[in-house]
Protein backbone atom coordinates (compact mmCIF):
# COMPACT_ATOMS: atom_id res chain seq x y z
CA UNK A 1 0.00 0.00 0.00
CA UNK A 2 1.28 3.67 -1.29
CA UNK A 3 1.58 5.69 1.56
CA UNK A 4 -0.52 8.30 0.12
CA UNK A 5 -3.01 6.68 0.02
CA UNK A 6 -6.47 8.46 1.36
CA UNK A 7 -8.28 7.01 4.17
CA UNK A 8 -10.97 4.53 3.38
CA UNK A 9 -14.59 5.62 4.13
CA UNK A 10 -16.69 2.97 5.05
CA UNK A 11 -19.61 2.11 2.52
CA UNK A 12 -22.18 4.31 3.89
CA UNK A 13 -20.04 7.21 3.70
CA UNK A 14 -19.08 6.89 0.06
CA UNK A 15 -23.11 5.94 -0.21
CA UNK A 16 -23.99 9.19 1.32
CA UNK A 17 -21.30 11.97 -0.95
CA UNK A 18 -22.81 9.79 -4.16
CA UNK A 19 -26.52 11.33 -3.31
CA UNK A 20 -25.35 14.06 -2.75
CA UNK A 21 -24.00 14.76 -6.38
CA UNK A 22 -27.00 12.98 -7.72
CA UNK A 23 -30.76 12.16 -6.30
CA UNK A 24 -31.01 8.97 -7.88
CA UNK A 25 -35.01 8.88 -6.08
CA UNK A 26 -37.55 9.02 -9.14
CA UNK A 27 -40.04 10.06 -6.89
CA UNK A 28 -38.22 13.25 -6.16
CA UNK A 29 -37.51 13.94 -9.62
CA UNK A 30 -39.21 17.83 -11.40
CA UNK A 31 -42.69 16.69 -12.45
CA UNK A 32 -42.93 17.40 -15.87
CA UNK A 33 -45.81 19.01 -17.34
CA UNK A 34 -48.16 16.77 -18.94
CA UNK A 35 -51.28 16.94 -21.13
CA UNK A 36 -52.60 13.74 -19.66
CA UNK A 37 -53.08 12.47 -16.16
CA UNK A 38 -51.89 9.53 -17.22
CA UNK A 39 -48.65 8.60 -17.51
CA UNK A 40 -47.37 6.97 -20.89
CA UNK A 41 -48.21 2.95 -21.29
CA UNK A 42 -44.16 1.96 -21.46
CA UNK A 43 -43.91 3.85 -17.86
CA UNK A 44 -41.42 2.56 -15.58
CA UNK A 45 -39.90 3.17 -12.15
CA UNK A 46 -36.57 1.33 -11.73
CA UNK A 47 -35.70 -1.46 -9.95
CA UNK A 48 -34.16 -0.76 -6.71
CA UNK A 49 -32.06 -3.78 -5.76
CA UNK A 50 -30.44 -3.93 -2.26
CA UNK A 51 -26.78 -4.33 -2.01
CA UNK A 52 -25.04 -6.53 0.71
CA UNK A 53 -22.41 -4.83 2.96
CA UNK A 54 -19.72 -7.32 1.98
CA UNK A 55 -20.42 -6.42 -1.94
CA UNK A 56 -20.30 -2.10 -0.92
CA UNK A 57 -16.60 -3.14 0.58
CA UNK A 58 -15.79 -5.14 -2.44
CA UNK A 59 -16.12 -2.29 -4.42
CA UNK A 60 -14.77 -0.06 -2.69
CA UNK A 61 -11.16 -2.00 -2.45
CA UNK A 62 -11.40 -2.59 -6.36
CA UNK A 63 -12.43 1.10 -6.40
CA UNK A 64 -8.82 1.99 -4.76
CA UNK A 65 -7.23 -1.04 -7.03
CA UNK A 66 -7.80 0.17 -9.88
CA UNK A 67 -7.12 3.78 -8.52
CA UNK A 68 -3.79 3.09 -8.09
CA UNK A 69 -3.82 3.10 -4.46
CA UNK A 70 -3.11 -0.68 -4.26
CA UNK A 71 -0.72 -1.63 -6.87
CA UNK A 72 -0.01 -5.06 -8.46
CA UNK A 73 1.88 -7.15 -5.80
CA UNK A 74 1.42 -5.07 -2.97
CA UNK A 75 -0.53 -6.83 0.06
CA UNK A 76 -3.87 -5.17 0.88
CA UNK A 77 -3.96 -4.44 5.10
CA UNK A 78 -5.43 -7.04 7.48
CA UNK A 79 -8.25 -8.01 7.73
CA UNK A 80 -8.39 -7.01 11.37
CA UNK A 81 -7.13 -3.57 10.11
CA UNK A 82 -9.43 -2.90 7.18
CA UNK A 83 -12.22 -4.07 9.68
CA UNK A 84 -11.45 -1.33 12.02
CA UNK A 85 -10.68 1.67 9.29
CA UNK A 86 -13.91 0.98 7.23
CA UNK A 87 -16.00 0.32 10.90
CA UNK A 88 -17.32 -2.96 9.86
CA UNK A 89 -17.49 -6.83 11.34
CA UNK A 90 -14.49 -9.06 10.06
CA UNK A 91 -16.92 -11.46 8.85
CA UNK A 92 -18.25 -8.64 6.47
CA UNK A 93 -13.95 -7.86 5.26
CA UNK A 94 -13.43 -12.03 4.86
CA UNK A 95 -16.50 -12.08 2.63
CA UNK A 96 -15.54 -9.00 0.11
CA UNK A 97 -12.04 -10.17 0.40
CA UNK A 98 -12.95 -13.52 -1.05
CA UNK A 99 -15.28 -11.69 -3.42
CA UNK A 100 -12.38 -9.36 -5.01
CA UNK A 101 -10.51 -13.25 -5.27
CA UNK A 102 -13.68 -14.80 -6.68
CA UNK A 103 -13.47 -11.03 -9.49
CA UNK A 104 -9.35 -11.86 -9.76
CA UNK A 105 -8.44 -8.47 -7.88
CA UNK A 106 -6.39 -10.22 -5.55
CA UNK A 107 -4.91 -13.20 -4.36
CA UNK A 108 -5.23 -14.70 -1.57
CA UNK A 109 -2.84 -16.87 0.68
CA UNK A 110 -3.96 -18.26 4.22
CA UNK A 111 -1.39 -16.77 6.53
CA UNK A 112 0.40 -14.71 4.75
CA UNK A 113 -2.20 -11.68 2.97
CA UNK A 114 -4.42 -10.54 0.50
CA UNK A 115 -1.90 -9.73 -2.30
CA UNK A 116 -2.79 -7.68 -5.54
CA UNK A 117 -2.66 -8.67 -9.10
CA UNK A 118 -1.84 -7.23 -12.55
CA UNK A 119 -4.53 -4.35 -12.97
CA UNK A 120 -7.29 -5.63 -15.37
CA UNK A 121 -9.88 -3.43 -17.25
CA UNK A 122 -12.80 -2.62 -15.26
CA UNK A 123 -15.53 -4.64 -15.33
CA UNK A 124 -18.03 -2.94 -13.31
CA UNK A 125 -19.63 -3.35 -9.77
CA UNK A 126 -18.62 -7.09 -7.63
CA UNK A 127 -21.95 -8.52 -8.44
CA UNK A 128 -23.19 -6.17 -10.68
CA UNK A 129 -23.75 -8.97 -13.68
CA UNK A 130 -25.29 -11.47 -11.43
CA UNK A 131 -28.63 -12.78 -10.55
CA UNK A 132 -30.67 -11.27 -7.86
CA UNK A 133 -30.46 -13.69 -5.72
CA UNK A 134 -26.63 -13.86 -5.90
CA UNK A 135 -26.32 -10.24 -4.62
CA UNK A 136 -28.40 -10.95 -1.85
CA UNK A 137 -26.91 -14.21 0.31
CA UNK A 138 -23.25 -14.63 1.26
CA UNK A 139 -21.62 -17.67 2.32
CA UNK A 140 -22.02 -17.25 6.27
CA UNK A 141 -25.59 -15.69 5.57
CA UNK A 142 -26.57 -18.91 3.66
CA UNK A 143 -24.92 -20.90 6.72
CA UNK A 144 -26.92 -19.26 9.45
CA UNK A 145 -29.84 -19.83 7.60
CA UNK A 146 -29.41 -23.44 7.29
CA UNK A 147 -28.71 -23.31 11.37
CA UNK A 148 -31.99 -22.44 11.70
CA UNK A 149 -34.11 -24.74 9.07
CA UNK A 150 -31.78 -27.82 9.28
CA UNK A 151 -32.12 -28.41 12.77
CA UNK A 152 -35.92 -29.07 11.99
CA UNK A 153 -35.83 -30.97 9.46
CA UNK A 154 -33.57 -33.31 11.65
CA UNK A 155 -35.92 -33.80 14.42
CA UNK A 156 -39.19 -33.82 11.77
CA UNK A 157 -36.70 -37.03 9.76
CA UNK A 158 -36.45 -38.81 13.28
CA UNK A 159 -39.67 -39.20 13.58
CA UNK A 160 -41.17 -39.73 9.81
CA UNK A 161 -38.61 -41.30 8.23
CA UNK A 162 -38.98 -44.39 6.64
CA UNK A 163 -36.55 -47.09 5.27
CA UNK A 164 -36.28 -45.60 1.72
CA UNK A 165 -35.07 -42.75 3.43
CA UNK A 166 -32.66 -44.14 5.48
CA UNK A 167 -31.16 -46.24 2.58
CA UNK A 168 -30.80 -42.94 0.51
CA UNK A 169 -28.98 -41.08 3.67
CA UNK A 170 -26.44 -44.03 3.63
CA UNK A 171 -25.59 -44.06 -0.07
CA UNK A 172 -25.07 -40.44 0.17
CA UNK A 173 -22.70 -40.94 3.29
CA UNK A 174 -20.98 -43.81 0.90
CA UNK A 175 -21.01 -41.30 -2.07
CA UNK A 176 -18.67 -39.20 0.42
CA UNK A 177 -16.54 -41.71 1.69
CA UNK A 178 -15.08 -42.33 -2.09
CA UNK A 179 -13.82 -38.84 -2.14
CA UNK A 180 -10.30 -38.17 -2.63
CA UNK A 181 -10.70 -34.43 -0.83
CA UNK A 182 -13.26 -32.08 0.20
CA UNK A 183 -13.23 -30.18 -3.12
CA UNK A 184 -14.08 -33.64 -5.07
CA UNK A 185 -17.38 -33.69 -6.84
CA UNK A 186 -18.24 -37.17 -4.73
CA UNK A 187 -18.18 -34.95 -1.56
CA UNK A 188 -20.37 -32.58 -2.47
CA UNK A 189 -23.08 -34.26 -3.87
CA UNK A 190 -23.28 -36.74 -0.80
CA UNK A 191 -23.28 -33.77 1.22
CA UNK A 192 -25.95 -32.64 -0.65
CA UNK A 193 -27.77 -35.63 -0.90
CA UNK A 194 -28.18 -36.07 3.12
CA UNK A 195 -28.87 -32.89 3.89
CA UNK A 196 -32.05 -33.19 0.70
CA UNK A 197 -32.85 -36.64 1.72
CA UNK A 198 -33.06 -35.32 5.69
CA UNK A 199 -35.43 -32.57 4.55
CA UNK A 200 -37.67 -35.27 2.57
CA UNK A 201 -38.06 -37.79 5.31
CA UNK A 202 -39.43 -35.44 7.49
CA UNK A 203 -42.85 -35.32 5.45
CA UNK A 204 -42.80 -31.88 4.85
CA UNK A 205 -42.55 -30.63 1.25
CA UNK A 206 -41.82 -27.38 1.53
CA UNK A 207 -38.71 -28.04 4.22
CA UNK A 208 -37.52 -29.64 1.53
CA UNK A 209 -38.01 -27.56 -1.48
CA UNK A 210 -36.21 -25.06 0.77
CA UNK A 211 -32.76 -27.44 1.96
CA UNK A 212 -32.84 -27.72 -1.74
CA UNK A 213 -32.65 -24.59 -2.99
CA UNK A 214 -30.43 -23.68 -0.12
CA UNK A 215 -27.59 -26.25 -1.40
CA UNK A 216 -28.49 -24.85 -4.65
CA UNK A 217 -25.91 -21.85 -3.83
CA UNK A 218 -23.54 -24.00 -2.56
CA UNK A 219 -22.10 -24.45 -6.11
CA UNK A 220 -21.78 -20.89 -6.19
CA UNK A 221 -18.14 -18.98 -7.07
CA UNK A 222 -17.99 -17.41 -3.64
CA UNK A 223 -19.04 -20.21 -1.46
CA UNK A 224 -16.55 -23.02 -2.90
CA UNK A 225 -13.48 -20.30 -2.31
CA UNK A 226 -14.78 -20.43 1.59
CA UNK A 227 -14.41 -23.70 1.32
CA UNK A 228 -11.20 -24.06 -0.81
CA UNK A 229 -9.56 -21.42 2.10
CA UNK A 230 -10.96 -22.30 5.13
CA UNK A 231 -11.41 -26.15 5.42
CA UNK A 232 -8.81 -28.49 5.54
CA UNK A 233 -8.19 -31.85 4.39
CA UNK A 234 -8.51 -33.01 8.18
CA UNK A 235 -12.46 -32.29 6.91
CA UNK A 236 -13.26 -35.18 4.93
CA UNK A 237 -13.22 -37.41 7.81
CA UNK A 238 -14.65 -35.31 10.19
CA UNK A 239 -17.93 -34.45 7.96
CA UNK A 240 -18.23 -38.14 7.51
CA UNK A 241 -18.14 -38.88 11.37
CA UNK A 242 -20.76 -36.57 11.88
CA UNK A 243 -22.74 -37.37 9.00
CA UNK A 244 -23.21 -40.91 10.85
CA UNK A 245 -24.03 -39.30 14.07
CA UNK A 246 -26.82 -37.63 12.40
CA UNK A 247 -27.89 -40.45 10.54
CA UNK A 248 -27.83 -42.71 13.86
CA UNK A 249 -29.44 -40.63 15.82
CA UNK A 250 -32.45 -40.47 12.97
CA UNK A 251 -32.46 -43.92 12.52
CA UNK A 252 -33.45 -44.63 16.07
CA UNK A 253 -36.17 -42.39 15.90
CA UNK A 254 -34.33 -39.87 18.70
CA UNK A 255 -35.55 -36.42 17.40
CA UNK A 256 -33.87 -34.98 20.59
CA UNK A 257 -30.38 -36.45 19.70
CA UNK A 258 -31.19 -35.85 15.91
CA UNK A 259 -31.34 -32.11 16.72
CA UNK A 260 -28.12 -32.06 18.52
CA UNK A 261 -26.18 -33.70 16.16
CA UNK A 262 -27.28 -32.10 13.46
CA UNK A 263 -26.56 -28.66 15.35
CA UNK A 264 -22.95 -29.77 16.19
CA UNK A 265 -22.28 -30.53 11.81
CA UNK A 266 -23.60 -26.68 10.80
CA UNK A 267 -21.94 -25.26 14.23
CA UNK A 268 -18.55 -26.68 13.30
CA UNK A 269 -18.98 -25.94 9.70
CA UNK A 270 -20.03 -22.02 10.50
CA UNK A 271 -17.23 -21.97 12.95
CA UNK A 272 -14.92 -22.61 9.87
CA UNK A 273 -16.14 -20.39 7.64
CA UNK A 274 -16.32 -17.62 10.39
CA UNK A 275 -12.52 -17.49 11.10
CA UNK A 276 -10.06 -15.22 9.81
CA UNK A 277 -7.78 -15.69 7.51
CA UNK A 278 -4.55 -15.06 8.83
CA UNK A 279 -4.49 -18.42 9.26
CA UNK A 280 -5.18 -22.05 8.17
Known amino acids: MVSSAPPL?????????????VDVNPMKQPRKSRASTNP??????????????????????SDRIDDGYFPAGSLLPAERDLAQQLGVSR???????????????????VGHGVQILEATPRAGRIGARSEPADLDIGPIQLMEARRHVELKTAELAAVNRDRSNLENMKRAIETQANAKSVRAREYRDG?????????????????????????DFRRKPMFEKFEE?????????QTAAEHRRIYEAIAEGDRIAARQAMKFHLDTVLGLFSKGLGKK
Do not use: M
Open 9 to 21: RTPSEALETANRC
Open 191 to 215: DRDFHVEIAKAGANAAYALLVADLW
Open 91 to 109: TSVREALIALEVGGKVSIR
Open 229 to 237: LLTGPERLK
Open 40 to 61: PSDFRLPQIEPTRLYRQIANLL
